[in-house]
Structures are given as C-alpha cells and as structure tokens.
T-cell receptor, first 114, second 114 residues
C-alpha cells in the first residue's frame, strides 16, 4: 500500500544553523501534504502544509518544498533553535473524502545543540 | 479557542478487557480522526468520523470501533485487549471546509495493556 517514508531518522544541528528534513512519498494521487512537530508527551503540532498544485510554501522560519516529479517533500527550518528539538513527521493525504485520513512517515528526530 | 481534549490521559488495562477513549474536538470542527502511535509502527490511521458517520477506515481489526455524537464528540472502543494494543491513541479534529484541511491533535491517551 501507499506509504510515506523519511530518509534520515536523526538529525543533529547547532543552534543558528538551518535544518533540512526530507521525506519521500509513494502515492502519486496524494493531494495534500503536512509537516508536524511532536514534542515528548504531546500530540503532533501542525507546522505547515502544501497542496499538490504548489511547489513551495513559506511560513515563519519554515519552508516546505514539494517535488512531485520525484515524489519528495522537504521541510527547511531557518536559524534552528533549541526549542525546535522534537520529532518531525511528514504526512500525506489523498484528498476528496479522504481528507480526514493522513498517512504518516516514520519521523525524524531533530536535536539542536546550543 | 480550546484545543482538542482527550480523556483519560493514561489508562492501564488487562488483556481481554475492553476500553473506551473519548475525544472532544475543537468547537466547530466536524471531522474527528483517530490514530494509533507505537514505537514500532509509528502513527497509523484508525478511522475518521464526519457528521456522525464513519467516512474512512484504516487497516485495523474489528476489535477497534468508534462513533461520533451529534455534538461532534467522538469515542473509540477496543474490545478484547491484547498486549500489542499498548500505544498512544491520538485524536485529531478538522474543520474540513473550504481550503482548510488542517488536522489538530489532542495530547493523546496512553494505554498500557498488561
């Protein structure tokens, strides 16, 4: 079945560096992609999303890039801070009446060193 | 606006018992989705309810069931508990209207089966 996978399970960066977290997806019918951040003991927190008709979207300190040709999604975090340390998940959605169903990647552990 | 709430936050049950978990969505949200999170399988979709109807279902056995009430609150039930059902159960709500498809997660219910 369709799945979303992450290339790197862990990422360690220095405070102030830029971070890039990658994700590969397999369902070419996916219409909507989301990045979530999960801190210990909490539920996933929405970061940013992107529709399949876009290739880039920017938020506050974050940018999501979508490459449909190679089915690749990335999350860029600028000037990474210790508070960004968490597990990051990408998720995909096939759209239509399936918007309530997300398929998640494995997750990447981001550790930011002061 | 209050976030998604889940009760109870922690639960310990014995194999063979059944359990009911509750989720109250963000006010105005009509879609409620449930996910199971385990270290081995990650985040997996259980089912989604919209306007009291199950609209999407994941690949879980029939022991897992749910329902949604007219006020959009949702419950999920697991019967004949197995050790492998130990997990964090997450509920997410969504407005699912217009171009807004963001899912907002609650803190989860940590279920331990002994």
């Amino acid at each position: 079945g369709e799945s979303v996978g992450l290339h790197l399970p862990t990422l360690s960066v220095q405070e102030g560096d830029n971070s890039i977290i990658n994700c590969a997806y397999s369902n070419s019918a996916s219409d909507y992609f989301i990045w979530y951040k999960q801190e210990s003991g909490k539920g996933p927190q929405f970061i940013i999303d992107i529709r399949s008709n876009m290739d880039k979207r920017q938020g506050q300190r974050v940018t999501v890039l979508l490459n449909k040709t190679v089915k690749h999604l990335s999350l860029q975090i600028a000037a990474t801070q210790p508070g960004d340390s968490a597990v990051y998940f990408c998720a995909e959605n096939a759209g239509g009446t399936s918007y309530g169903k997300l398929t998640f990647g494995q997750g990447t552990i981001l550790t930011v060193h002061p | 606006k209050a976030g998604v709430t889940q009760t109870p936050r922690y639960l310990i049950k014995t194999r063979g018992q059944q359990v009911t978990l509750s989720c109250s969505p963000i006010s105005g949200h009509r879609s409620v989705s449930w996910y199971q999170q385990t270290p081995g399988q990650g985040l997996q979709f259980l089912f989604e309810y919209f306007s009291e109807t199950q609209r999407n279902k994941g690949n879980f056995p029939g022991r897992f069931s749910g329902r949604q009430f007219s006020n959009s609150r949702s419950e999920m039930n697991v019967s004949t508990l197995e050790l492998g059902d130990s997990a964090l159960y997450l509920c997410a709500s969504s407005l699912l209207g217009g171009t807004n498809y963001e899912q907002y997660f609650g803190p989860g219910t940590r279920l331990t089966v002994t």
